[in-house]
């Protein structure tokens, strides 16, 4: 339905279920919806009268092209464009839009991302329509979401996995309800709230940094006088600037149906955030891409630039994705809705004994699950969970498992009382929040923190879907052999406990007691990527048909060259910012101290500062270029390395180290320079002239 608001219609540029009811005729709606079911399949008369009735109404909005919309084996979209344009046989222009056009398409497979599925002389790729996510018109073109697979039908992007997986889900949890005596629940579908966080930034300040334009973060740059310390920027003010750019953007997403809801200042300067209501999983993932394109193109717009890398600055808080997760029936019941009796409430209780057992088996899962370049820059730090996987339930929830699993039972509190006579006494949640975890429990739904600001959701997305499956068919096959619900919420507690923690996960405590419990700590992306590899989540993929061990194997070996790719450009720019910019700014600064000195002697004057000055800096300058040789000599030996995980190991174990090196004296040069004489905007300007 199309709403008005002051600006903008919600959805105009969205082909809506209510727009697909206006314009086709019943039977073929009927047909079409049965379709998306997976009641049968679609058949060519009702594609032809779809895609006619979409050509119409994406042209009533000025569209000229149409593309299938997909998610390749990257952190972008991608889509051929073709026009409605076409010949008669008289040779006059029409405009012509048909069935099999709508329903498949056929990109250049080779020239994705394939992990060895496809090679250069093996091209060729199917896109299809993904029924389930709509069509919109954005750029004048039509974008019909698809998926991706090669000639021989394997899955090439993102979203097939999430397709399959929220099929295996809705499977297993309806055997749940079925063994609790619901057998009139049809649909179970895993609703997603992705979080996406950003930073924004001057644009003539941006193209003026070749790190953040070709790299998306700051390579050198040393702490401004000011960070976030204050704590006076989150959910502060909006800058008028950054204020209008919200407003666009907001109204943009909201003429393609996205429901962005909340927006305001993060912990960083110059850092925001945008959050969206839930929507099914499949829907959520499109939406989020459509929200960080969106944010970019009109970030240009305002003169500025958006910044959706993991860590674009140094000492201060970087960007992450939270992934709200849930469970939701057709009538709107909710699996992780606790209610005013929470420990009486059999599915509540099974659905968290299947979650806590399904993070305490899949811990490397969920590490891999949100394993990216960027992310390995950012996870640990204040502003993100550290790589050590555990589970949030709080206080009261977690005494009501720790008391089942111990044969007892407990009693929930929940109210807050503010001590105020002229205010409400606030109705208290099931559990507090707790910001410093990886995935928490926070009211109605499960918060993943892990996730990187950068990358798509469908992997953490598709990852959840397919655990909480085998935790939620474990707990059914229980129910099915006769066990009443507590004697199998309570085994579960005592056999998967160890993953719960309440506590602060950024202390040294916690990574101790943790290890104690033999939880494990994946500190980095490459190590994370090799977890794919593992007999056990082999076996899972394939056991649910998420993904082949071909497609598994394909996804590991595209995630270790992508690493080896980021961190080689990165390199690459160092060296160039080093070489061609700091180095001979640094030098041509000591040839003034130089100059200045033998005036000052010249006079009779005492130079001692300035020889100190000259010699502090050329001390610097000489740390510099060592780094830039040791730098450039570790990359190249990288570069040679034909294996692709022993070139990402390469990369990270050495050529990391060297790019923090120069990084450090480079930043130290900073540091002892005049402003005036720096060869880029610092951080400060960065951070503060928006």
Not at 102 to 121: I, K, Q
Request: charged share 25%.
């Amino acid at each position: 339905m199309v709403h008005k608001t002051d600006t903008v219609r919600f959805g105009e540029k969205l082909f809506s279920d209510h727009q697909m009811k206006e314009r086709l005729s019943e039977k073929t709606w009927e047909a079409f919806v049965a379709s998306r079911r997976g009641r049968e399949p679609l058949s060519s008369a009702v594609a032809e009268e779809i895609a006619e009735a979409m050509k119409d109404w994406a042209i009533s909005l000025g569209a000229t092209h149409f593309t299938h919309w997909f998610q390749p084996l990257s952190e972008v979209t991608a889509g051929k464009h073709d026009a409605f344009l076409s010949p008669d046989c008289d040779g006059e222009a029409v405009l012509e839009f048909s069935g099999k056009e709508l329903v498949c398409g056929e990109p250049d497979a080779s020239s994705f991302p394939s992990g060895g599925l496809r090679a250069t002389f093996e091209a060729r790729g199917y896109t299809a329509w993904d029924l389930s996510s709509p069509a919109f018109v954005l750029d004048r073109t039509l974008y019909i979401p698809s998926v991706f697979c090669s000639y021989t039908g394997e899955a090439l992007d993102k979203k097939t996995p999430l397709l399959r997986s929220m099929e295996v889900v809705e499977r297993a949890a309806l055997r749940v309800l079925r063994a609790l005596g619901d057998t009139e629940t049809k649909n179970v579908t895993a609703m997603v709230g992705p979080e996406q966080e950003y930073f924004l930034i001057d644009r003539e300040l941006y193209e003026k940094r070749m790190d953040l334009l070709i790299c998306g973060r700051t390579l050198f740059g040393s702490k401004p006088p000011k960070g976030q310390e204050l704590d006076d920027h989150y959910c502060g003010r909006l800058r008028l600037r950054v204020s209008a750019f919200m407003h666009e953007v907001d109204e943009e997403l909201w003429s393609l149906g996205v429901f962005a809801k909340t927006k305001h200042n993060e912990v960083a300067p110059a850092q925001h955030e945008l959050a969206v209501v839930y929507s099914t999983a499949n829907i959520a993932c499109d939406h989020n891409q459509l929200v960080m394109e969106t944010m970019r193109r009109v970030a240009k717009r305002h003169g500025l630039a958006c910044l959706l890398h993991e860590k674009p600055f140094a000492g201060v808080s970087g960007s992450g994705k939270h992934v709200n997760w849930s469970l939701s029936t057709e009538t709107g019941k909710n699996f992780f809705k606790p209610g005013p009796e929470p420990e009486n409430n059999p599915l509540f209780l099974l659905s968290m004994a299947a979650l806590m057992r399904s993070v305490d088996e899949h811990q490397d899962l969920l590490r891999y699950s949100c394993a990216n370049v960027g992310n390995d820059d950012r996870l640990g730090a204040a502003e993100a969970p550290p790589s050590i996987v555990s589970l949030y339930f709080g206080e009261a929830l977690t005494e009501i498992f720790t008391a089942l699993a111990a044969g007892e039972n407990a009693v929930h509190h929940s109210e807050t009382h503010l001590g105020l006579t002229r205010s409400v006494d606030v109705k208290r949640d099931t559990t507090d929040r707790n910001r410093t975890s990886p995935c928490a429990f926070t009211g109605n739904k499960i918060e993943f923190r892990m996730c990187g600001s950068s990358a798509s959701v469908s992997r953490p997305c598709f990852i959840i879907n397919t655990i909480m499956a085998d935790g939620l068919d474990y707990v059914a096959s229980r129910l099915e052999a006769g066990e009443d619900v507590k004697t199998v919420v309570a085994s579960v507690a005592k056999q998967h406990g160890r993953i719960l923690f309440d506590g602060d996960n950024y202390s040294e405590e916690w990574h101790e007691e943790a290890a104690r419990r033999g939880l494990s700590n994946i500190t980095s992306t490459v190590e994370a990527i090799g977890c794919m590899l593992s007999e056990k989540s082999l076996s899972l993929f394939e056991k649910y048909g998420i993904l082949s061990r071909s497609e598994s194997m394909s996804r590991v070996e595209v995630q270790y060259e992508l690493y080896s790719k980021v961190r080689n450009i990165e390199s690459l720019i160092m060296l160039e910012m080093a070489g061609r910019g700091i180095i001979p700014a640094a030098m041509d600064y000591c040839g003034t101290l130089a100059a200045d000195a033998e005036k000052i002697a010249a006079v009779g004057l005492e130079n001692g500062d300035h020889k100190e000055m000259l010699s502090s800096i050329l001390s610097l300058v000489a740390k510099a270029r060592q780094a830039l040789k040791l730098l450039d000599g570790e990359h190249e030996q990288a570069m040679q390395i034909e294996n692709l995980k022993e070139r990402a190991e390469a990369y990270r174990d050495r050529v990391l180290p060297q790019m923090e090196s120069l990084r450090a004296a480079c930043d130290a040069l900073e540091e002892e320079m005049p402003d005036k004489l720096w060869p880029m905007p610092t951080y400060l300007d960065l951070m503060y002239r928006v």
